[in-house]
């Protein structure tokens, strides 16, 4: 028997369950038109977790599925062993699961702190507590709580955003390219942040079109392509499958050296490695 728990920032699953498990998702927007095809994502309890795959491939859509907000027409999506298909969305934020959309994320006319107070509406006496563990993985935002969210920089919004979806103690953060439209140096502070979430006990779902800065810090990572699961496996391991490469990461290192060359001098000779030996 236990007598005190210690507070931890998350619920976790029966062991051996994974805390998220879609299977075979068939989803879509129109009738008769499925955009997710039989789409598949495990979820285990801690980890982090990446969708990348190239544009219109259904990963918002597939997030969109998880959190209620596309109708999943067939297969199984399961939180902690427990059915959830089709749930709405405050109900899912009920069982602790939290989302942040890519675009208009913060409410633009409430202050910083309205935004988090947004975030518990369900359980407002959780605020000041929510407030103070949250503000700790923030602490950017401590001295700007009374600002508007529409006076905020882009990384500033997302930030608020995440932290809004952290309020209600979501044992699962599903995150829509929080890096999108971000400066290269706001991005690597919106990757920084994600693993932060993560290792203070989230288990997160992050959807990429920086898909070799999400492998880099995923656990495992997804790779989706016309609704389907097409790779998956560790972070590392598909940022250096030459498939996954080809596919799906654009261009090969020694390429990009080619087109920049190319780019600077036209007619710059290629460096060896592109060379192809003279048969
Ligand atoms: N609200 C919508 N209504 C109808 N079709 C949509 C809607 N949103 C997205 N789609 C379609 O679903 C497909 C997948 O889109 P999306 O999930 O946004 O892809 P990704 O996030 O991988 O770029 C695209 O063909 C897109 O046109
Ligand atoms: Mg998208």
Request: one cysteine or more; hydrophobic letters at 40%.
């Amino acid at each position: 028997m236990t007598e005190t728990a210690a507070p931890t920032l998350h619920r976790g699953a029966p062991a051996g369950e994974p805390l998220l498990h879609a299977d075979a998702l068939v989803a879509g927007y129109l009738p008769g038109v499925n955009i997710l095809n039989e789409c598949s994502l495990v979820l285990h309890p801690g980890e982090l977790v990446g969708i990348i795959g190239p544009n219109g491939a259904g990963k918002s859509t597939l997030l969109k599925a998880l959190f209620g907000l596309v109708q999943i027409r067939e297969g199984s999506l399961r939180l902690a062993g427990e059915e959830i298909s089709n749930l709405r969305a405050d109900a899912l934020v009920q069982r602790g699961v939290g989302f942040v959309p890519q675009t208009n994320n913060v409410f633009p006319s409430l202050t910083i702190e309205e935004n988090l107070q947004m975030g518990v509406y369900q359980t407002p006496h959780k605020f000041a507590e929510r407030l103070e563990v949250v503000l700790s993985l923030f602490p950017e935002l401590t001295n700007r709580r009374k600002q508007r969210a529409g006076a905020l920089s882009g990384g500033e919004r997302q930030m608020v955003a995440m932290a809004r979806a952290l309020m209600p103690e979501p044992s699962v953060l599903l995150l829509d390219e929080p890096s999108a439209g971000l400066s290269p140096v706001r991005q690597d502070e919106a990757f920084l942040r994600t693993r932060r979430i993560n290792k203070a006990g989230v288990s997160v779902v992050i959807v990429e079109q920086n898909a070799r800065r999400a492998l880099q810090i995923c656990d495992r990572a997804y790779v989706l392509d016309q609704g389907r699961n097409a790779y998956s496996g560790p972070g590392r391991e598909l940022m250096h499958d030459p498939k996954v490469i080809e596919l799906y990461l654009g261009t090969l290192a020694t390429d990009v050296d080619a087109a920049r060359a190319a780019e600077q001098g036209r007619g710059a000779t290629p460096t060896t490695d592109e060379v192809s030996p003279s048969a």
